[in-house]
Nanobody
């Protein structure tokens, strides 16, 4: 069992930056691939970024490439999402998720555990 708790959300102006964190419980964090998804008001949840067990592989949605960076610290059981050049359309609840595989990292169905989310609001 893995429990995930996101933090770091808030209100930021367009062009600004935020760093989200996702702290995981359990001693097996390093055996899980991790991802960030987001859900904007009135929209379906969508993939943002994912990182493999070791951190050696990452993948991003096209709309965040060059602006967001996913990383992890297995010693701290934490995954991060550094967001920069934020846009109003990045406003959403951001969720982290954990998966045993890294086969289809952009697919929600791959993920076994989800956090409760942290809200990010980008003002124009």
């Amino acid at each position: 069992q893995v429990q995930l708790v996101e933090s770091g959300g808030g209100l930021v102006q367009a062009g600004g930056s935020l760093r989200l964190s996702c702290a995981a419980s359990g001693r097996t964090f390093s055996s899980y691939a991790m991802a960030w998804f987001r859900q904007a008001p009135g929209k379906e949840r969508e993939f943002v970024a994912a990182i493999s067990w070791s951190g050696g592989s990452t993948t991003y949605a096209e709309f965040v490439k060059g602006r967001f960076t996913v990383s992890r610290d297995n010693a701290k059981n934490t995954v991060y999402l550094q967001m920069s050049s934020l846009k109003p359309e990045d406003t959403a609840v951001y969720y982290c998720a954990a998966a045993r595989t890294f086969v289809r990292p952009s697919s929600e169905g791959e993920y076994d555990y989800w956090g409760q989310g942290t809200e990010v609001t980008v003002s124009s």
